[in-house]
């Protein structure tokens, strides 16, 4: 006999946070290098639009999507209060709309990226805060900034005022092994700490953004001040929540 169905997701939608939570805590106590506390982002790409308002009521204050376009339009229809992260690839024609739409940015990648950022940024007198991508795995199938371009990278960005960098994001391999895994984390958060000791650009951001359902605990214990979780967050949530495939 099938399971009944659920039509408010919201309990669900809480029991799975509360357990990747206690799941975190445990990786931040058993972590040495572990921040004190760590923002948990969802990414709802995947999710129909009806998903906010239960996730918002279950506790999420932060959500997380790729495509700046199709952002923009369900965040017209989630409700207000939540804060939008961009953490996809952004071409430079959508970046108007990605400011208009994200109140943080993950992916900053590239200095033609910033100015472009940066010109639409100073029209309309506002910052906004980013991470920059590092391609901390060195895969070339990744983008972003590689380690040793940091540095440069930062003090590039001294030039773009209206941009404010609050830290580093980096993407592990899917289907890496735990001790590879452990390797991008600690390279990302040893190019934060050089930034930092150095002091290069106006400020040194301090935030790692890193981890995902399958290693957020992993990045948790090297230090990761904001995760991105999606699959963890939905499973067993009614199915009449997701878009079709």
């Known amino acids: ?83 939008w992260h961009g953490i996809g690839h952004l071409q430079g024609n959508k970046a108007r709309l990605a400011i208009e739409t994200f109140d943080v940015f993950h992916a900053l990648d590239s200095l033609s990226l910033a100015r472009r950022l940066e010109g639409l940024l100073a029209a309309q007198g506002r910052r906004w805060p980013v991470y920059l991508q590092v391609n901390a795995a060195e895969d070339p199938a990744k983008g972003g900034w590689r380690t040793e371009e940091v540095p440069a990278a930062l003090e590039a960005l001294a030039a773009c005022p209206h941009l404010t960098p609050i830290g580093f994001m980096t993407m592990a391999g899917i289907a890496a092994q735990e001790s590879a895994l452990r390797q991008t984390f600690r390279t990302l958060r040893e190019v934060r700490d050089e930034a930092v000791r150095r002091g ?46």
């Open 1 to 83: 006999m099938a399971p009944p169905s659920n039509p408010d997701p919201t309990a669900q939608l809480r029991a799975n946070l509360e357990a990747l939570q206690a799941r975190g805590a445990a990786a931040r106590a058993r972590g040495a290098h572990a921040a004190a506390s760590t923002e948990w982002i969802v990414v709802t790409k995947s999710q129909d639009p009806s998903i906010f308002a239960p996730l918002a009521a279950a506790g999420v204050s932060a959500v997380g999507e790729n495509r700046v376009q199709r952002a923009a339009a369900r965040k017209a229809e989630a409700p207000s209060g939540l804060t």
């Open 200 to 245: 290069v650009g106006n400020a040194a951001p301090v935030g790692l953004s890193m981890g995902m359902s399958q290693d957020f605990e992993i990045a948790m214990e090297e230090g990761a001040t904001a995760v991105r979780v999606g699959r963890s967050v939905f499973a067993d949530v009614e199915p009449s929540t997701r878009e079709p495939s």
